[in-house]
């Protein structure tokens, strides 16, 4: 079964400056797709960023963009120029394109953003 | 509206009761799902649907019943509510490239 781990339950970053929230996986599958969605606290889900497994590049959306490592089942999310509406739970996920299209979420990250 | 929509936002109830949370979808996405949210768990898979008339248990089936006899509707139903169902639940339908998420129902059994 697939797991996915987020390690760090609170962090805070000064406005402007840059965050990476980390989250790690563990699957025996090769095709897969992973995601970061944001919660703030209006509990809406938000899908943040979406990386598939079998792109080298990682991806970027704006000021968000991942470090996709692979063979390290490693998918960590990078926010620049952190704003105040960054303020949020962030969520990782992964899902397996075959079968069921089960999303399997992490413990989340609750980011504070600092003025 | 397009979109994914959950009723009701909000419910108290006692325990023993039971309660059914509704939620309806109109983009005909062939697979939903249903998450409790609670702290230090993060969204738990209660139960997922892959088309109308087909569902299967997740990771936290026991005292929910699901059922799907149209694509867009998707209602989950506490039997016998427990203090330990009281948590934020959200429906989600989606593809490979997304879930798209309603807004969440707050549940507290008392």
Known sequence: AQTVTQSQPEMSVQEAETVTLSCTYDTSENNYYLFWY?????????????????????????????????????????????????????????????????????????????? | DAGITQSPRYKITETGRQVTLMCHQTWSHSYMFWYRQDLGHGLRLIYYSAAADITDKGEVPDGYVVSRSKTENFPLTLESATRSQTSVYFCASGMYTEAFFGQGTRLTVV
């Open chain 1, 38 to 115: 944001k919660q703030p606290p209006s509990r809406q889900m938000i899908l943040v960023i979406r990386q598939e497994a079998y792109k080298q590049q990682n991806a970027t959306e704006n000021r968000f963009s991942v470090n996709f490592q692979k063979a390290a089942k490693s998918f960590s999310l990078k926010i620049s120029d952190s704003q105040l509406g960054d303020t949020a739970m962030y969520f990782c996920a992964f899902m397996k394109p075959r079968g069921t299209y089960k999303y399997i979420f992490g413990t989340g990250t609750r980011l504070k953003v600092l003025a």
